[in-house]
């Protein structure tokens, strides 16, 4: 016999759990009491979004189920913002939560909330547990349909009771959900109407998206691309599972994507979705995506078909799988005319790149990206806030290997850098891990700079600060006659604050500088802050207006301004 926080800890141990994020509090302290007889580390976080990021962070890098804890109220309701974030995501994460007695839910006690009523459209799935009893079926499947089909977030909010209660422990060796049984391989049927789609393309493009670094799909794809010879686009989520460098490579798609990538998507006549969901910041108004191209859309969540963009051949199973049951069903091809054309388009594109462009003794967020790309060899593990410095790092940190690029993407979440930066530090302590934020973003989560002294996270943030939340400015500069509104921010001495926390910082106000920062802050053992002060005004190009179709963008200038 076994009390119900001990089993919770045994579970997690069978899980392969080897770190959790967390937060105390009353209802929980059964399974914090319990958790010192555990080979599990847990970090405290200062904050319980922190902790979400964090299991967040760890789980994208290690490709393992991320672990994050909380108690009951205001510490369950708390991570909602990080459980939505890898719901969008595709991220396996298993929340814990505390919950009051049994005998209280529903009456109001102190620091109750109907945890799983508010993120039941935010998980995969949630369970309340009200018995000890109960602890090691739910574990076992939480972390099993946390990790299959298309991951993403479980969250178990457990009563206290649950947590003192004894009962016998069998851990189930076997999940039985005879209603959840995702699909791995597509149908031979459907697999040949793909085939005989791409046997007719002259002008085909492959749309990479997030799923296919979920299935590890990275030499699958390859395989397909070299062997049809077509060019690969990349959503946000789904770079570095194709590498930058490949002649194939058309980096990102969509609102700031490259343009040569939008220009190819509109003038194909086959698109070849591979685990994307065709999310608005990719498509552009779908009146007009892709208007003369019949569409493939392999997804291991059948949900996702048809959903925005109808698919000639919709293909449901692991992307892994299906791929390599695709590759030997096609021939090789021919497309150069077609690869040169998307060249022409590329070498248009470079002649208005902002890298051609001398800096004038400014310090521009594009050229900083590059050259923390060029100091790294473009080797790093980089995680990001959102807003502008997400866009310029997707654009300009070139990603050849995959899992190295830690960012929100569906959700956008505001102050996600510096805590998934410290959780994939956790997957992986041996590599060089940058976390890139602005000055807005990184306020929301800076606390979190004290857990990574706590925990020694050898972790290097750069922080653009404009003073001003700049993805905001900007569309109030091209869509509102330039009447900012509530984006004027007034930061705190960025160098001060890190100090306050223990921390090496720096500021850096001229590209002669910024090699010499970069430099400092790789030698420095554990956390280091680098506080750049960028061009206020800067604006990420392109931009696809509102409303717009996906070749509509706003461009760079081909001469830089004054």
């Given at each position: 016999m076994k009390k119900g926080a001990e089993i919770l800890w045994e579970c997690l141990v069978r899980e392969g759990v080897e770190v959790v994020f967390g937060y105390p509090g009353g209802a929980i302290m059964p399974v914090y009491d319990a958790m010192l007889n555990y080979p599990i580390h847990h970090v405290l976080v200062r904050h319980e979004q922190g902790a979400a990021h964090m299991a967040d962070g760890y789980a994208r890098v290690s490709g393992k189920v991320g672990v994050a804890m909380a108690t009951s109220g205001p510490g369950a309701t708390n991570l909602v913002t990080g459980i939505a974030t890898a719901m969008m995501d595709s991220v396996p994460v298993v929340f814990i939560t505390g919950q009051v007695h049994a005998h209280l839910v529903g009456g109001d006690a102190f620091q109750e909330t109907d945890v799983t009523g508010i993120t039941l459209p935010i998980t995969k799935h949630n369970y309340l547990v009200m018995r000890a009893d109960e602890i090691a079926e739910v574990v076992r499947e939480a972390f099993f349909i946390a990790r299959s089909g298309r991951p993403g977030p479980v969250l178990i909010d457990i009563c206290k009771n649950a947590q003192i209660e004894q009962a016998e422990f069998v851990y189930p060796e076997e999940v039985k959900l005879p209603g959840y049984q995702p699909m791995t391989h597509s149908p031979r049927n459907l697999l040949d109407d793909a085939v005989k789609l791409i046997e007719k393309a002259q002008k085909p493009v492959i749309l990479c998206g997030h799923g296919v670094l979920m299935s590890k799909a990275e030499e699958a794809l390859m395989q397909f691309a070299v062997k049809t010879q077509t060019p690969v686009a990349c959503t946000l989520l789904g770079l570095g599972a194709f590498p930058a460098s490949d002649p194939l490579a058309l980096g990102m798609m969509g609102m700031?994507?490259?343009?040569?990538?939008?220009?190819?998507?509109?003038?194909?006549?086959?698109?070849?979705?591979?685990?994307?969901?065709?999310?608005?910041r990719v498509t552009g108004t779908l009146k007009t995506y892709a208007p003369n191209a019949k569409k493939i859309h392999i997804e291991i969540d059948p949900s996702e078909l048809h959903k925005n963009?109808?698919?000639?051949?919709?293909?449901?199973?692991?992307?892994?799988?299906?791929?390599?049951?695709?590759?030997?069903?096609?021939?090789?091809?021919?497309?150069?005319?077609?690869?040169?054309?998307?060249?022409?388009?590329?070498?248009?594109?470079?002649?208005?790149?902002?890298?051609?462009?001398?800096?004038?003794?400014?310090?521009?967020?594009?050229?900083?990206?590059?050259?923390?790309?060029?100091?790294?060899?473009?080797?790093?593990?980089?995680?990001?806030?959102?807003?502008?410095?997400?866009?310029?790092?997707?654009?300009?940190?070139?990603?050849?290997?995959?899992?190295?690029?830690?960012?929100?993407g569906g959700h956008g979440t505001m102050g996600f850098g510096l805590p998934s930066a410290i959780g994939a530090w956790f997957a992986h302590k041996d590599e060089e891990i940058w976390a890139v934020a602005g000055d807005g973003g990184f306020q929301m989560t800076a606390a979190e700079l004290t857990t990574a002294v706590q925990e020694g996270a050898n972790v290097?943030?750069?922080?653009?600060?404009?003073?001003?939340?700049?993805?905001?400015?900007?569309?109030?500069?091209?869509?509102?006659?330039?009447?900012?509104?509530?984006?004027?921010?007034?930061?705190?001495?960025?160098?001060?604050?890190?100090?306050?926390?223990?921390?090496?910082?720096?500021?850096?106000?001229?590209?002669?500088?910024?090699?010499?920062?970069?430099?400092?802050?790789?030698?420095?053992?554990?956390?280091?802050?680098?506080?750049?002060?960028?061009?206020?005004?800067?604006a990420v190009y392109p931009l696809v207006p509102p409303g717009a179709a996906l070749d509509e963008m706003i461009r760079r200038p081909v001469k830089q301004a004054g």
């Open positions: 700031h994507g490259e343009a040569y990538a939008n220009m190819a998507i509109q003038n194909s006549d086959l698109i070849l979705a591979f685990g994307m969901r065709f999310d608005d963009v109808y698919a000639d051949a919709p293909l449901v199973g692991d992307l892994n799988t299906v791929l390599t049951d695709l590759v030997p069903l096609v021939d090789e091809y021919d497309h150069t005319e077609w690869l040169d054309q998307i060249n022409d388009w590329k070498n248009e594109v470079d002649s208005r790149s902002i890298m051609n462009w001398d800096d004038n003794g400014k310090l521009q967020a594009a050229h900083l990206v590059a050259d923390i790309w060029k100091a790294t060899g473009g080797d790093a593990i980089v995680t990001t806030d959102v807003g502008q410095h997400q866009m310029w790092v997707a654009q300009y940190y070139a990603l050849d290997k995959p899992n190295r690029w830690i960012t929100s290097k943030v750069a922080i653009m600060n404009n003073n001003f939340l700049g993805m905001v400015r900007q569309w109030q500069e091209f869509f509102c006659e330039k009447r900012y509104s509530a984006v004027n921010m007034i930061t705190p001495d960025f160098v001060k604050l890190a100090d306050a926390h223990g921390v090496p910082a720096r500021r850096v106000t001229k590209r002669e500088e910024v090699n010499d920062a970069i430099e400092w802050a790789r030698k420095t053992k554990g956390p280091v802050v680098l506080e750049f002060l960028v061009e206020q005004e800067e």
